[in-house]
């Protein structure tokens, strides 16, 4: 069918996470969809879990990757896979309302986008609403992006009928932005809706949290992997420096 939605998750030792999860897309009110989850080598309960979903929902698929490759080959072994029309994502310790899928569509295809992304709440480890809402712009442009990434991982959706399917770049960290700006080379914006669609987990020690530790990573981004000048390079981790600090200060 043209609505199917073909959902991208990599798994590394999520066992105690992938419950709510996979519910949260068991949930969806839109129900044209598969999801596909990607195990990379987890050496907990991950496997199991994910088979006894898959064994009651045949729309829930399981690949394992004979070897630890990182989110990168995961997340592209199910773009590989995808029979959907719409690409979306989701990680495997992050949560949908139920009404994600559907009002996402419903607004890509009364809008003609096709890239959207939605605001979400933010949680502690163990779903205590102790931090603000994220909330998104209403676009964002491939510069944008640059400068700061507002594209969650677990709220964008694509349309590959207009976009095609592009691949994560193979890099340690910042895969989804670099998926997002590949994007944004052939799209002139994606779009963003305002009302929450999701719940992100902050766990302790969280990557995404050690700003510092990210500085280098990020100029090596702009310029290895985007091949940016030194100038625009400096120019656009100034800007994400300050925004990450803005967005994780509550």
């Not at 766990?203 to 700003?211: A, I, Q, T, V």
Request: hydrophobic content about 35%; charged content about 30%.
């Amino acid at each position: 069918m043209s609505d199917l939605v073909s959902i991208i998750t990599p798994v590394y030792n999520a066992e105690k996470y992938l419950e709510e999860t996979l519910t949260s897309v068991r949930n969806q009110s839109h129900e044209n969809w598969e999801h596909i989850l990607v195990d990379d080598c987890s050496s907990d309960q991950s496997v199991k879990r994910i088979q006894e979903f898959s064994d009651k929902d045949p729309r829930i698929k399981l690949i394992k990757l004979t070897q630890n490759s990182g989110p990168a080959v995961a997340r592209n072994r199910a773009i590989d896979l995808a029979k959907g029309r719409y690409l979306a994502f989701l990680d495997a310790d992050d949560i949908w309302f139920d009404f994600h899928l559907k009002d996402s569509l419903a607004f890509m295809n009364s809008k003609h986008h096709d890239f959207v992304f939605a605001s979400y709440k933010r949680s502690d480890e163990h779903l205590n609403f102790i931090y603000s809402n994220f909330e998104v712009p209403l676009k964002v442009s491939y510069t944008d992006v640059l400068k700061t990434n507002s594209i969650s991982c677990l709220t964008a959706v694509i349309d590959t009928h207009t976009l095609g399917k592009k691949k994560m770049p193979h890099i340690r960290k910042r895969q989804d932005m670099g998926l997002w700006l590949s994007y944004l080379k052939e799209t002139k914006y994606a779009y963003g809706i305002k009302r929450p669609h999701a719940i992100y987990r902050i766990r302790e020690n969280s990557l995404s949290r050690n700003k510092f530790n990210l500085i280098r990573y990020q100029w090596e981004f702009y310029r290895k992997v985007e091949g940016l000048t030194a100038f625009k390079s400096i120019y656009f981790l100034v800007l994400w420096t300050y925004y990450g600090f803005k967005k994780y200060k509550d």
